[in-house]
């Protein structure tokens, strides 16, 4: 079952503009992670926010996270065509603490940044 | 450049006919994950592995689906029967896992695309 709902499904932008996803959670984690997966390719890895953490930065990206209401963000400033992708938002939920690395994805934000 | 390995990149096979999928992690990566994904479900977790110890193959179709790791380099998914709603991408992914480098980031393969005609 998919633990994530992210919103929106897609998202047209112009180069230089910021781009928001969001992304709902049912279940209390241990992090949450951004993933960008390009057309034909797996996923890659972008950010992890734990869950004792409200905002984090990398780079052009901004994560936020409130586990009040069960929901992250993901900002990318400055946007380029080179962004164009599909973002996952994945949550840990381990039980125990220990993190084996077990995530559960979200549907995905499909990006195009158009220049 | 240390990466996930996949192969094949690309099968397309017939109903009934037994499909392998072969994984190679990354060089000291100690869990293994599978992943299948369709338009319609997303991504799901089908089994993965610690230490080449299965930890959770739930989400997997056990009849026809299996997972092993016959050594540390490589892990293998096989579907026996094969059957057209199979076809998907299946990825495969691995972490470190080490007191040094928790499984905060995954690595994943590239996929292998499957169609089952």
């Known amino acids: 079952s998919q633990q994530g709902e992210e919103d929106p499904q897609a998202l047209s932008i112009q180069e230089g503009e910021n781009a928001t996803m969001n992304c709902s959670y049912k279940t209390s984690i241990n992090n949450l992670q951004w993933y960008r997966q390009n057309s034909g390719r797996g996923l890659v890895h972008l950010i992890l926010i734990r869950s004792n953490e409200r905002e984090k930065h990398s780079g052009r990206l901004r994560v936020t996270l409130d586990t009040s209401k069960k929901s992250s963000s993901l900002l990318i400033t400055a946007s380029r065509a080179a962004d164009t992708a599909s973002y996952f938002c994945a949550t840990d939920a381990s039980a125990g603490g220990t993190s084996y690395g077990k995530l559960t994805f979200g549907q995905g934000t499909i990006l195009t940044v158009h220049p | 450049d240390a990466r996930v390995t996949q192969t094949p990149r690309h099968k397309v096979t017939e109903m009934g006919q037994e499909v392998t999928m072969r994984c190679q992690p990354i060089l000291g990566h100690n869990t293994v994950f599978w992943y299948r994904q369709t338009m319609m479900q997303g991504l799901e977790l089908l089994a993965y592995f610690r230490n080449r110890a299965p930890l959770d193959d739930s989400g997997m179709p056990k009849d026809r689906f299996s997972a092993e790791m016959p050594d540390a380099t490589l892990a293998t998914l096989k579907i026996q029967p094969s059957e057209p709603r199979d076809s998907a991408v299946y990825f495969c992914?691995?972490?470190?896992?080490?007191?040094?480098?928790?499984?905060?980031?995954?690595?994943f393969g590239s996929g292998t695309q499957l169609s089952v005609l």
């Open positions: 992914a691995s972490g470190p896992d080490s007191a040094l480098a928790t499984n905060e980031k995954l690595f």
